[in-house]
Antibody
Framework: EVQLVESGGGLIQPGGSLRLSCAASGFTVSSYYMNWVRQAPGKGLDWVSVIYTGGTTFYADSVKGRFTVSRDNSKNTLYLQMNSLRVEDTAVYYC???????????????WGQGTMVTVSS | DIHMTQSPSSLSASVGDRVTISCRASQNISRYLNWYQQKPGKAPKVLIYGASSLQSGVPSRFSGSGSGTDFTLTISSLQPEDFATYYCQQSYNALATFGQGTRLEIK
């Protein structure tokens, strides 16, 4: 079964660091674009970051310089290293696979269940 | 960044109604527009990709149209399981962006 399972969320103080993990099964992480998307409580979806198959990464302006996306091919796992956390980073963090369709660019076809990150003193 | 604006932000409708949700991009995104459905406590699920292509397994009452800057999601006959929040998302460039969401409620 194709599946993504996030872990690593929790309560952290402002200025702290946290690393989220997203373990994939049923497919190879390194063969797809992989994304992080977050959702603050009661709010909408907010794209955070992507890592391409070749390793190129992109970030939303709100997290650039603080968050780093990476993957471990041997563990088939995606990561999000989050530093200098702020109260406004509080959200459910989802990992999502991008499926590329010729002529339609890409869309997020597989999502994890999400992991909650709460930044509070 | 490309800004996506959905309208309305919320909508009340009845089972059997035809419903239309709009999405406007701040610049031309061709047909690189996707629609998702999200139910409370669950991850989003893709409905439409490439503006009008129905994702496998999604009921045919869902349809999408548009190109350039203006897009529409239509549900032809609302079913009880369709009451949820809907998001558009552009995939024109590497920095994906979502609309603010449209909450579809039971009248």
């Amino acid at each position: 079964e194709v599946q993504l399972v996030e872990s690593g969320g929790g309560l952290i103080q402002p200025g702290g660091s946290l690393r989220l993990s997203c373990a994939a099964s049923g497919f190879t992480v390194s063969s797809y674009y992989m994304n992080w998307v977050r959702q603050a409580p009661g709010k909408g979806l907010d794209w955070v970051s992507v890592i391409y198959t070749g390793g190129t990464t992109f970030y939303a302006d709100s997290v650039k310089g603080r968050f780093t996306v990476s993957r471990d091919n041997s563990k088939n796992t995606l990561y999000l290293q989050m530093n200098s956390l702020r109260v406004e980073d509080t959200a459910v963090y989802y990992c999502a696979r991008s499926l590329i369709v010729p002529g339609a660019n890409d869309f997020f076809d597989i999502w994890g269940q999400g992991t909650m990150v709460t930044v509070s003193s | 960044d490309i800004h996506m604006t959905q309208s309305p932000s919320s909508l009340s409708a009845s089972v059997g109604d035809r419903v239309t949700i709009s999405c406007r991009a701040s610049q031309n995104i061709s047909r690189y527009l996707n629609w998702y459905q999200q139910k409370p406590g669950k991850a989003p699920k893709v409905l439409i990709y490439g503006a009008s292509s129905l994702q496998s397994g999604v009921p045919s009452r869902f349809s999408g149209s548009g190109s350039g800057t203006d897009f529409t999601l239509t549900i032809s006959s609302l079913q009880p399981e369709d009451f949820a929040t809907y998001y558009c998302q552009q995939s024109y460039n590497a920095l994906a962006t979502f609309g603010q969401g449209t909450r579809l409620e039971i009248k």
